[in-house]
């Protein structure tokens, strides 16, 4: 079982909806990332946060909004979205983001833009 | 920069028989080397790793993966394929950037489809 946990599992919203998908890790890891996969592809690198700081932010669209409460959680804020912003978003989390260490990813929330 | 290739998008066995999923790299580093598989409507659940302790890496549900640097590549197998082994599977390798750019982050390959027939 995973210990990076996603909600929610499904989410439909329109393009001018604001939502949030949420993550939450137990395992004292210092670093948490969002990934998007679409269908039938590998998962792509969004944003990584180390240590509650945004290190890496891979040129996303500004309607993808990162925030890192603590060093447990991690949401992706979603506002003005596109159908093309379709796909399957992964939060994961490491013990630290270097080299190396395994990355460990959730079960994923489905978004569909309508 | 680190990169890797998966050969053959959709592999086909038939329950029993062996398992071969191909993975080659490129590192002009010693790489980091990571299996995952993910199942239908799932997330990506991590088989196996290699990090240079041992050149044959033992991952869970029977998998191992050979690291041959000679080929620069990182095969998964299986002896025996299980109907439950149906998966996309993912080879990655751990981004060995310098400095404050090194964040871990994973490179993936395509990813092969596995199908297993009874």
């Known amino acids: 079982d995973t210990e990076v946990t996603q909600t929610p599992k499904h989410l439909v919203m329109g393009m001018t909806n604001k939502k949030s998908l949420k993550c939450e890790q137990h395992?004292?890891?210092?670093?948490m990332y969002w990934y998007k996969q679409k269908a039938k592809k590998p998962p792509e690198l969004m944003f990584v946060?180390?240590?509650?700081?945004?290190?890496i932010n891979e040129s996303v669209p500004s309607r993808f909004s990162p925030e890192c409460p603590n060093s447990s959680l991690l949401n992706l804020h979603l506002h003005a979205l596109q159908p093309e912003d379709s796909a399957l978003y992964l939060c994961?989390?490491?013990?630290?983001?270097?080299?190396?260490?395994?990355?460990?990813f959730g079960e994923g929330s489905w978004l569909t833009v309508v | 920069a680190q990169s890797v290739t998966q050969l053959g998008s959709h592999v086909s066995v038939s329950e029993g028989a062996l398992v071969l999923l191909r993975c080659n790299y490129s590192?002009?580093?010693?790489?980091?080397l990571f299996w995952y598989v993910q199942y239908p409507n799932q997330g990506l659940q991590l088989l196996l790793k290699?990090?240079?302790?041992?050149?044959l890496v033992k991952g869970i549900n029977g998998f191992e993966a050979e690291f041959k640097k000679s080929e620069t590549s990182f095969h998964l197998t299986k002896p025996s394929a299980h109907m439950s082994d149906a998966a996309e599977y993912f080879c990655?390798?751990?981004?060995?950037?310098?400095?404050?750019?090194?964040?871990?982050?994973?490179?993936f390959g395509q990813g092969t489809t596995l199908q297993v027939k009874p």
């Open positions: 994961a989390s490491s013990q630290v983001a270097l080299s190396g260490n395994t990355i460990y």
């Open positions: 395992m004292g890891h210092r670093a």
């Open positions: 946060y180390s240590y509650e700081k945004l290190s």
């Open positions: 590192s002009s580093v010693p790489p980091y």
């Open positions: 290699y990090t240079s302790a041992a050149t």
């Open positions: 990655a390798v751990s981004d060995r950037a310098r400095g404050s750019s090194n964040t871990g982050k994973l490179i």
